[in-house]
């Protein structure tokens, strides 16, 4: 049991390690690029901008909600 | 790292930690965060209504994360969700234009501060007197045989009488909920669906602080499927509140985006951790989180607004 328990908490471990970096390549990659662009549409076409902010938001979440459950099954598989 | 939108200066990680843990809190009580992510915004100096519109956006991507891991739970009841999102939505708008109002009278900080404060307290005491009354009811009936814990959706409340009272209030349309077991006025579903829309646009967030105890107390969904059907019903009203407030000039999406990346991982880690508790038991836990951001803007207030 306590074996089992450490196998998932170094998997757990890993798993935020591996996204952590994914995160920050993510930081300077999309959001630095972005960041400009966004902060003129907000400026002025903010319908658009209302758009653009939703589809963001709701893209990032189906996007990273698969990476984890990509990375989650690809590290306990590797563990087992 | 310099936000334009909201023309602030923020740490990521704190960010991706604030995100990190409202996604834990979210996963397992379904609710938004927002009474946690909203005074963690104003305490790096964020003004309250870029706080409000952008932590609705964060918590479209969350909710999404978490009800999809709840669904696989068979923890969302999909009709109940869609009726009380057209209560929310007009809820929301209603809350939205308040802020604008309260932007237009330039008060807008302190006025929601001190709502927030009532509000927060209010449900934490009510929450700590309801699920101690049926924790210990619960351990009186064990004794005679009555199965209980995490297993089973259906729970019990010390509020159940005046629940039921409730359910019996028989104004046309009654609307059968069979996922959640229960059958109950259109009327009343849209009105606790507008009472929490109202908060989610004047304080932000989901409002599944206020929410997702009236599903249970007012309504009479199980606990787990409250959990559940909130944060669905919180996708589809915190995307309204999105837009509106984005067109109102109230969202730095940059800071969700940020955010959001932390909620992803925490979201999957609570919803997955509700299967090991019972609704009593989730409802006692939920108590401190709502003084936690009390205490915050009360912070935030004596010290002037910045950490």
Redesign the interface.
């Known amino acids: 049991m306590k074996k089992q328990a450490a196998k998932s908490l170094r998997a757990f471990a890993i798993e935020l390690a591996v996204y952590s970096v994914l995160v920050v390549i993510y930081f300077f990659l999309v959001l630095h690029l972005l960041g400009h662009w966004l902060y003129r549409l907000e400026t002025h076409h903010r319908y658009i901008y209302a758009g653009v902010a939703l589809l963001l938001i709701a893209g990032q979440a189906v996007v990273l909600d698969s990476v984890t459950t990509l990375l989650f099954r690809v590290l306990r598989g590797r563990w087992k | 790292?310099f936000f334009?939108?909201s023309n602030t200066d923020i740490n990521?990680i704190y960010l991706?930690v604030v995100g990190f843990i409202i996604g834990i809190l979210g996963g397992f009580f379904g609710v938004g965060g927002s009474f946690i992510a909203g005074p963690a915004l104003r305490l790096m100096g964020v003004d309250w209504n870029y706080a409000v519109g952008t932590d609705l956006?964060?918590i479209?991507?969350?909710s999404?994360?978490a009800a999809?891991q709840h669904r696989t739970l068979g923890n969302v009841d999909l009709k109940l969700g869609l009726i009380m999102a057209l209560g929310t939505i007009a809820g929301a708008e209603g809350g939205a234009q308040l802020i604008q109002a309260l932007k237009r009278a330039g008060n807008v900080n302190t006025v929601v501060s001190f709502v927030a404060i009532v509000v927060y307290f209010s449900i934490s005491a009510f929450m700590l007197w309801e699920s101690r009354k049926t924790l210990q009811s619960d351990k009186r009936t064990s004794q005679s045989g009555v199965v209980k814990g995490a297993a089973s959706k259906k729970d019990r409340s010390a509020f159940g009488p005046v629940t039921r009272r409730i359910q019996r209030i028989e104004i046309w349309p009654m609307i059968s909920l069979p996922t959640s077991g229960i059958k109950i006025s259109l009327w009343i579903i849209l009105l606790v669906a507008f009472v929490g829309g109202l908060f989610s646009g004047f304080l932000g967030g989901g409002a599944g602080y206020i929410r997702m105890p009236s599903m249970v107390y007012v309504l009479g969904v199980p606990t787990h499927l409250a959990v559940g059907t909130d944060l669905f019903e919180i996708v589809i009203s915190a995307?309204y509140g999105?837009?509106?407030h984005?067109?109102k000039?109230n969202?730095d999406?940059?800071i969700?985006?940020?955010m959001?990346?932390g909620a992803?991982?925490g979201a999957?880690i609570g919803a997955v951790a509700t299967q090991y508790f019972a609704g009593p038991k989730i409802r006692l836990a939920f108590v401190p989180l709502p003084l936690i951001g009390a205490a915050i803007v009360i912070y935030t207030l004596i010290t002037g607004h910045k950490f």
Request: glycine share 6%.
């Open positions: 790292m334009p939108i990521p991706v956006a964060h479209v991507g969350k999404i994360v999809r995307s999105t837009i509106t984005a067109i000039g969202v999406i940059l969700a985006l940020v959001h990346t992803v991982v999957q």
